[in-house]
């Protein structure tokens, strides 16, 4: 939903870089969340981006992928993190 609650500044970035590209694909009338898994890697980019928990329009499921997508890359993943691939399992919700 584009909030951050652990107060990672890393993942509040990456949440506000996804979160502005969704609602730019959104429409009223969606009322579902969609679940999604994606690994941000060390460099910044993404790998296996999958919806974990389909809503019932292929096509918003399609515009969730599209929006992790489409925000990345990101930075490089903090070394305080201490791995290489980072894997974060993000909410769709509707944006009104």
């Known amino acids: 939903d584009g909030t951050d609650s652990g107060g990672d500044w890393y993942l509040a970035g990456v949440q506000q870089k996804i979160w502005m590209i969704w609602t ?6 969606f009322n579902e969340p969609i679940g999604l898994t994606f ?3 060390a460099d910044g980019s993404v790998a296996d ?3 974990t928990k389909p809503g019932s329009a292929t096509l918003l499921n399609l ?6 997508l489409s ?5 490089p993943l903090p070394r305080e993190y201490g ?3 980072y ?4 909410i769709f ?4």
């Open 39 to 41: 690994t941000i890697l």
């Open 24 to 29: 730019q694909q959104i429409k009223s009338g």
């Open 71 to 75: 925000a990345a890359p990101f930075g």
């Open 49 to 51: 981006v999958q919806v």
């Open 63 to 68: 515009a969730a992928q599209r929006a992790v």
């Open 87 to 90: 894997t974060i399992q993000a």
């Open 83 to 85: 791995t290489n691939r």
């Open 93 to 96: 919700k509707p944006t009104s």
